[in-house]
């Protein structure tokens, strides 16, 4: 009896499993009537050399396993089923899908190719069905098989309130980087050179942040502009690194030098924490190309309109939303981050618009699947977990509501911290919660200082340059005449827009920018430093560069002096910030003493010395203000059980625009105060000592830390 060409094979795992002797596919579509595998050959993708039915189908997964099929082959998917946009049904087996689980894609979306399910520009739209076949501008999926020696890779599990983040974009970081090799620049190993981590430890980072390197496609309205998406968040795969940060080849190639960028850094101590983008993809809407998802099953990976499923829910702005509601599309979700610790060793994920997947039927909810699956899972749990906390769609903005285990991006840090600076009315309140760890949005469901990633400049808005040179944005690069990106940014150019030879300005901005960067690493939390920020990396007004893949958006390392300087500067405050232990405390202060410290954990003075008082929080125009973090108040031992105890320092903040001298807190609060940090000095201060009781002046728009040396009470 002649043996099958196709074995019945398993369903599980899902995707293409090469075990030696063949590959086992298992692709999830409930309501298709059939699923063909297309092979392709690796010297000409172009080129399909067979196609065969997976026969078996077990729980809405169809499987087989073809013997023979090697690794390095490339492959795609067709999908067979009603074509009923009005009953959300989506298939057309003209067009070649990317499998959901595929490790690795080869090529990128040709533009040019018919990658749409339907006729597009026709009367109808995507009414009717579309016979034009694509498979030749659209990525194949490489079969992999791993082989790659980690060397005994240990993960550095920074704990939390020792963290801190550095947002980079794999490209930008190093393609202008003259002490980086040519062909290694804007790659996974570039990002993973000695220079490149020397860069990192002299500025305190301990754990890289990735913008989005998921495989993504760049939207045609831009390559019809000549342009791309630089940013990456238009996902396309959720389990295979984007080929085009690699420097070794896109036929697995890339997957092997991720790996390598990982162990590396790894090797010295930094963790790799991606952005992940798992509340929509590339596909669009109703009107958008079908891909993947679409043409396997749109109604189980996406939110279809109840009332009309021709139509896609939009929480996003971007067209379509995840289907956080499907028991595959979660399980989806659930496999590519436990892909991503587990085979590829990453430590941690920040997900964008992650209010997205926390919604249900009825809107959002902490209790939500999502939250569920990732709380009780054995690996997940462990991670770092970071929420954008926010989406487009109703009741989206949800900073401070995110479960336990969840860290978030403060929004509300970052424009109370630019409002202060900005010499804004009624900051006094909101800045004595944000900096020390707004306990108002996550001590009442039982997180710590460390769920509030604090953070001034994000790679969505303007570069801290930026954000002292311009009040408006100036987008016109983008070619949208200027509409897009946020219009109130809290920004002030520091009495004239743009760029200006005006001496006095320019050294407002500096001292701005020092302002900014000190008061980031010494508020309670998780700093986050956008990568070029410490060298005032600018994008000329832009406050909305996805589009820009040009010198724009890349860090420039040719410095100048004023350039040098900030760096230098970063690196002093970040610094403190590592030695000094009131300034990464694992619990709120409580402004009281803590075991039988000579000072409470936390006190408010006012610049006469006097401590505030709840009237002194309520006038609107207070901009100057002190706070002492006491050295010898933290609650909480070191992990071997010994009480931890650090420099007392007091911080001096003026967001006045003249000067403000303040009167030292009286004898109880310290004998002899040391000047370590002085913004409005454009090196390092002068280690100068003030008697309690004294006087410090802070100039105008600075701020001084002062501390009080530890001899005094051991």
């Not at 063949?22 to 000409?44: I, M, R, T, Y």
């Not at 809107?363 to 997940?380: E, K, M, N």
């Not at 929004?411 to 004595?432: H, M, P």
Request: glycine fraction near 8%.
């Amino acid at each position: 009896m002649r043996r099958a060409e196709v074995l019945p094979g398993k369903p599980f795992p899902l995707g293409a499993t090469y075990d030696g002797n063949g590959v086992n596919f298992a692709v999830f579509s409930e309501h298709a009537k059939k699923v063909e595998v297309c092979l392709f050959d690796p010297a000409d993708p172009k080129k399909e050399t067979r196609r065969f039915p997976l026969l078996e189908m077990t729980n809405h997964v169809w499987h087989g396993y073809m013997p023979g099929v090697q690794a390095g082959c490339l492959y795609g998917l067709r999908v067979h089923g009603p074509y009923e946009p009005k009953k959300g049904l989506r298939f057309n087996p003209h067009k070649l899908l990317v499998d959901p689980y595929a490790k690795a894609l080869h090529g990128k979306v040709d533009p040019k190719a018919p990658f749409h399910a339907y006729v597009h520009g026709g009367k109808e739209e995507d009414l009717a069905m579309d016979t034009q076949d694509d498979a030749w501008g659209v990525p194949k999926g490489v079969i992999l098989q791993d082989g790659f020696d980690w060397e005994e890779d240990r993960k550095p599990e920074v704990p939390w309130h020792k963290t801190v983040l550095y947002e980079v974009h794999v490209k930008g970081f190093t393609k202008l980087h003259p002490d980086i090799p040519e062909h290694l620049r804007g790659t996974y190993a570039g990002l993973a050179h000695p220079a490149s981590i020397e860069h990192m430890k002299k500025v305190g980072v301990t754990s890289v942040e990735l913008l989005p390197i998921h495989a993504f496609m760049d939207e045609p309205f831009l390559t019809q502009k000549g342009r791309s998406n630089y940013w990456g968040y238009n996902t396309l795969n959720f389990f295979a690194p984007d080929a085009r940060y690699s420097a070794s080849g896109s036929l697995g190639e890339q997957v092997a030098e991720f790996k390598g960028m990982v162990k590396l850094l790894h090797r010295a101590g930094i963790e790799v924490i991606l952005d992940v983008v798992y509340n929509h993809t590339c596909e669009g809407n109703h009107l958008g190309p079908t891909l993947s998802f679409k043409g396997l099953d749109a109604g189980a990976y996406y939110r279809l309109s109840e009332k009309d499923p021709r139509y896609f829910m939009d929480f996003t702005g971007c067209g379509n939303s995840w289907n956080a509601t499907h028991p595959y599309a979660l399980k989806l979700v659930a496999d590519s981050l436990r892909y991503w610790v587990e085979v590829m060793h990453v430590d941690g994920f920040r997900f964008d618009l992650a209010t997205t997947l926390g919604r249900d039927r009825h809107g959002y909810d902490t209790r939500a699947a999502f939250f569920q699956i990732l709380h009780q899972d054995p690996v997940l749990s462990r991670a770092k977990l970071i929420a954008e906390p926010w989406d487009v769609g109703d009741y989206g903005y949800q900073v401070g509501n995110f479960p336990v285990l969840w860290s978030e991006w403060n929004g509300k840090y970052r424009d109370t911290i630019r409002r202060y600076w900005k010499g804004d009315d009624r900051q006094a309140a909101e800045i004595g919660s944000r900096l020390t760890g707004s306990s108002d949005l996550y001590a009442l469901s039982g997180r710590k200082p460390t769920a509030s990633v604090n953070f001034v400049t994000a790679h969505d808005g303007f570069t801290l340059h930026d954000l002292v040179t311009y009040s408006q944005k100036h987008n016109e690069a983008n070619g949208e005449d200027n509409r897009d990106g946020a219009n109130d940014n809290h920004a002030w150019n520091c009495g004239v827009e743009g760029e200006t030879t005006d001496p006095k300005v320019n050294a407002l901005r500096e001292q701005q920018k020092r302002n900014f960067l000190s008061t980031l690493f010494l508020s309670q939390g998780v700093p986050m430093l956008v990568a070029g920020d410490e060298m005032g990396r600018t994008q000329k007004g832009n406050n909305n560069a996805y589009c820009q893949d040009t010198e724009l958006s890349w860090v420039n390392w040719s410095l100048n002096e004023k350039q040098r300087q900030l760096l230098e500067f970063t690196a002093r405050i970040a610094k403190l910030r590592r030695e000094q232990p009131v300034l990464s405390k694992r619990r709120f202060f409580r402004g009281a003493h803590i075991w039988d410290s000579e000072l409470k954990d936390l006190a408010w003075f006012r610049p006469d010395g006097k401590e505030m008082k709840r009237e002194d929080w309520e006038k609107p125009y207070v901009r100057s203000l002190a706070f002492l973090l006491g050295g010898d108040a933290i609650a909480t031992p070191d992990d071997e059980g010994h009480r931890i105890v650090g420099d007392t320092l007091l911080v001096l903040l003026n967001a006045h625009h003249e000067p403000i001298t303040f009167l030292l807190p009286a004898l109880e609060w310290g004998a002899d105060w040391e000047l370590v940090v002085d913004t409005a000095a454009t090196g390092e201060s002068q280690r100068t000592h003030t008697p309690a009781g004294g006087k410090v002046q802070a100039v105008g728009r600075s701020v001084v830390v002062l501390r009080r040396p530890t001899t005094e009470w051991e």
